[in-house]
Every structure is written in C-alpha cells, then in structure tokens.
C-alpha cells in the first residue's frame, strides 16, 4: 500500500490520510496530511494527552466462592465473576474478574495482547477527548491482576469488530461511532478502535474489552487486519459528531458479515496470514461487565 512521511508531523501515513491534491501535486518530503492541512490541532500528533484510564485504584477485592463458581456472565473464552474491592480508593465498590476457560484455544499471549489494546484505546481517547466533542469524557477500564476491574452499569454495545453498528440513533451510539472513525484518522489510516462496549454515567462513558484493527495484525486474536478496517467503513455513517476533514480509506468492502458479537481469527505468524475461527460471543447479561 503506498505511504508517504507528511512534512508536517512527519508520520509515515497512507494515501487516504491525503487529500488528492497534496498527494499528486507535492513531492514526498513537501505534501502534508489532511489532518495537518485541514484539521484541528488536537487532531495532530503532537496533542498533550490525559488520562483516559479508569484504574482500579484499590488494593484488595473480594469475590466469594459461589460467585467464582457460578459467573454471571461468560464469553466463549472467558468467564466473568461478580466481586467487591475491599481496600483502597475503591474499596466498597463492585468490580468483576475475568479469567480464561480451561482449554481456551488462546495462549498466554492473549492477556498480554488484550492489554496493549485497552492501552492504545486509551491513547485514542485521550486525542478524542480533547476535542470537547461531547459532553462527558470516555474512560478505558483498564484491567489488572487477572483482569480485575471496576464493575460498569448500564452496560450497552455500540459497534463490533465486523463492522456491525448499534442501530440505535441515540447521540451515545453515533457518538461512538464518531470515536471509531476518528481513531482511523488520528493513527493515519493505521488503526481503527471498534468492539465499543460499556456504560454511560452522569459524569462520564466508561468503557471495557475494546478491540483495535491495524494494518499489521498488531492486537491479536480480535485485530481483523485491513480486512476489518475495510468492513467497519463499509458500515459506516458519518454523524453531526463526524468531522468533515477526517480522512476514510476509499472504497470501503465489507469483507466480514457485521454481527454484534466479537469475531476472531487465529494468526499465522510466518505469513502474517489469518485463519478466521468464527464468530465469538463476548457479551454480558443485562447487568453489564
């Protein structure tokens, strides 16, 4: 795929992170992105981050035995548990445990390449959140010590990882569609944050389990590749919360089926190919996780 380094931030961007004059008509070294020629500057590369992290902040959690034998809710490859933290600043609150099934296809990787997304979603957000879009700010629960973190209310799903979108025209859902297009143009085309699940609060949107779709196969089992970045957009509509400068590959192809579920597939490493492995279910019951 051609690329070419924007003389202004100096990213090594796609064609579609262009706009067509500045891609036929400069030279490499001279043509700037559309995020640079067009967009605000909190769209750039060189925005000051905060911290869209929601930490567990606590020491202790508790989580009693019936509960760890009776989750309340499950995915295909994991099981997740009802608890309460018992020390720190979240002590008293409710929290969840999530832990892998016994003979889950997945290695020991799987914790560790689920970690790097919520951090590069965290990233993401913290670029999305400095545009003053919406009203509350997005939080990332960011998990820790077997995947133990603050427990979400209100639980809903606003896109999937296929390209499905939440059918619903509530600002919420196409504000969150808005974060996943914005996240293809902040990263140049390279990255797309979808799999947006979560709940909305008074104060903020507190989200979990995020996927990322790169270019490289970077995030694991839920990174789709190009292939997924191509069908989200295929699915996609721009709201009021859009951008009209933010930058969508062209011709977008819808290489999955969209279903709301998470779809994974198992990498090749050799080939840097991938072998689809269905489509997975990681959704709670009502309560929310």
Not at 80 to 109: H, L, N
Not at 130 to 159: C, G
Not at 169 to 176: G, H, N, V
Request: hydrophobic share 30%; charged share 20%.
């Amino acid at each position: 795929m051609a690329s070419r380094i924007c003389s202004s931030c100096r990213r090594d961007l796609p064609r579609a992170s262009y706009t067509g004059n500045q891609w036929a008509s400069k030279n490499q070294g001279v043509s700037r992105c559309a995020s640079c020629v067009h967009g605000h500057r909190l769209d750039t590369a060189h925005a000051t981050t905060s911290d869209s992290g929601r930490y567990n902040h606590a020491n202790t959690a508790d989580f009693d035995d019936y509960d760890l034998q009776n989750p309340f809710a499950q995915g295909s490859f994991r099981w997740v548990a009802y608890g309460t933290y018992t020390g720190g600043k979240r002590s008293g609150q409710p929290c969840v445990c999530k832990w892998f099934k016994t003979g889950a296809v997945f290695s020991e990787d799987y914790f560790t390449l689920d970690i790097k997304a919520v951090k590069k979603a965290a990233e993401i957000v913290d670029r999305f959140n400095q545009l003053n879009i919406l009203s509350k700010e997005i939080k990332i629960n960011v998990p820790d010590k077997a995947l133990i973190e603050p427990f979400i209310q209100n639980y809903h799903k606003f896109n999937s990882n296929t390209g499905w979108t939440d059918a619903r025209t509530t600002d919420w859902s196409l504000a969150m569609q808005a974060l996943s297009h914005f996240s293809y143009h902040v990263s140049g085309g390279n990255y797309v944050l979808c799999d947006i699940q979560g709940g909305v609060y008074q104060q903020e949107v507190v989200l979990s389990d995020p996927a990322i779709l790169s270019r490289t196969y970077e995030y694991g089992e839920t990174d789709l590749g190009p292939e997924g970045i191509s069908a989200f957009f295929s699915n996609h509509a721009c709201s009021k919360y859009c951008r009209p400068h933010w930058t969508a590959p062209a011709d977008p192809v819808e290489h999955y089926r969209p279903v709301s579920s998470t779809n994974m597939i198992r990498h090749t490493v050799s080939t840097a190919k991938s072998k689809p492995m269905g489509t997975f279910a990681e959704e709670p019951d009502e309560d929310g996780w």
